[in-house]
């Protein structure tokens, strides 16, 4: 049942752009492959937009943007409210999406789309409270007026680890002050966003203020968007190496940008940690949805005085998780999202184990038809070695022991990522004295989970631009005038 409807879908999808509220022609000359990573077989073929259907959505984005941001606060908080109720209420079926086009368990999946349509309740009640300031100015000669107007049109592109959320975390902001959207989904999973879209519609999304155009050529995508006039910001999640050259030519622009980049995240385990709290926490900070997360840990930290015992109770979990087909009952790993993502996650276990690590869980790919990999656990671990510098990005935990609270802070803020760290101790007074020494813009301390629609999520040094929820998120997508004012 559920999966009829997300199959229905993809039966009747006519083609990989929706542009001003209604399904558009894709170029049909070319072909957007869709595949389910747990058969490693392909779903559907799509007609994705070319360079035109980019301006198409630029113009119509630009057309609507005015009358969307004239919209009174009110308004645009209750479509948003509706966008909410509506992701809900098709739960299953944009879960059982999310499962076959990524390959993430459907209680992931359904998880995911919770939190995606959160996004659309925290921001519609954001929508109606965007402050402005009025001061006297210093000198009393007259007032100095704040306000804070949307940007205009944003585009807006999303990785392929969390085809809703990633898209909702950015679109509902946006949405609620005042602007409209052009969407890039991941090429691997273009079909939850255009789902999306159409359901937005439905629940009052006016034509023209979201739209989807899908493409199996990103560079040439965001060429034509950076160069269309009436784009005036871009918020990119992905990783650092691309978000660095989308930096590069957005600066042609001037373009305002938000940017939430790759991690490389510590999990620190201190030797009076509850043992069992930190092995939790460490399951769910490296697997959660099959562990293609940015916040993902990725490099875990342990006290020599405990190390063993963690090791040997990670090791034993991650032998007892079950890994297959999202759809399947009782799975809790899916696949990795394509053989490219097995075969980097591979070279770096294989790397680590040449330089001296064990094996204490898993560290092979999985055999059969899908992107498997077994939930792997390292020990011995140098720190240095690749898979300590580089974003695993797949279900493999590597363990170094550490001595002193100095050297762990120095190891794990030895890297130029910075989204996210993880502290366990039972010692409060430890845990936020290191939690204010790690470079990082997030900490869970005694969690292994940081993620909250309610809650600023970004990252420092080459993690990302700005932060996206909470408060400070809408405000992202607003500019700042100001009014100098006499009377
Ligand atoms: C990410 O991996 O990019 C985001 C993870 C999250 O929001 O939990």
New binding site residues.
Partial sequence: MTRDAAVEFIDRVPNGAWINGTWSDGDGSRALVVDNPARGASMVTLAPGGPEHVRAACEAAAAAQPAWAATAPRQRAEVLRRCWSTMLDHRDELAALITLEHGKPLSDALAEVT?AAEFFRWNSEEAVRIEGAMRTAPGGSNRIIVRHPPVGVVVVIT?W??PA??LT?KLAPALAAGNTVVVKPAAETPLTALRLAELCHDAGVPAGTFNVVSTDRAAEWFEAAVEHPAVRMLSF?GSTEVGRRLLRRAADRVLKVTM?LG?NAPFIVFDDADLDAAVEGAMVAKM??SA?????ANRFFVHEAIAGRFVERLAAAMDGLRVGDGFDAGVEVGPMINADAISSIDTLVADSIGRGAAVAAGGRPLDGAGHFYAPTVLHGVAQGDAITTNEIFGPVAPVISFANTDDVVAMANDTEMGLVAYVFTKNLARGLGVSERLESGMIGLNRG???DPAAP?GGMKQSGLGREGSTEGIYEFCETQYIATDW
């Fill in positions: 939190y990785p680890n969390f959320a990633m975390r999640t939430e991690g959660r949805h293609e997360t940015c916040t993902a989970v940081v993620s999520f």
